[in-house]
């Protein structure tokens, strides 16, 4: 089931091991230099979650799935030390959805 959701609303012409080494470099850069960077880990992953919520619950209103969006990258955020750079991002985040 949870693959086929990913499946859905991942690019498949997304480069995964690009955008690993990416998304750890955005990581590494949040935590040790500049807590802004984060806003750029909020734009690539907004339209990603926001799909998967109204795929989800479709039935929400996009004030509610913009509140919810707010908790996942706040959980998100407060997560960031304990970031695996061994596994895709978006599979990290997983357990915090």
């Given at each position: 089931?949870?693959?086929?959701?990913?499946?859905?609303?991942?690019?498949?012409?997304?480069?995964?091991?690009?955008?690993?080494?990416?998304?750890?470099?955005?990581?590494?850069?949040?935590?040790h230099e500049d807590k802004?960077?984060?806003?750029?880990?909020?734009?690539?992953?907004?339209?990603?979650?926001?799909?998967?919520?109204?795929?989800v619950t479709p039935n929400r209103s996009p004030e509610s799935i913009e509140d919810d969006l707010q908790e996942i990258f706040l959980r998100i955020y407060r997560a960031l030390l304990h970031f695996v750079t061994a596994i895709p991002f978006?599979?990290?985040l997983t357990p915090l959805l």
């Open positions: 089931m949870a693959e086929s959701i990913w499946r859905k609303i991942w690019p498949q012409n997304r480069s995964t091991t690009r955008s690993h080494d990416a998304d750890a470099l955005l990581v590494y850069r949040t935590l802004e960077v984060f806003d750029l880990i909020v734009e690539a992953y907004s339209p990603i979650f926001y799909s998967l919520i109204k795929r978006f599979l990290g």
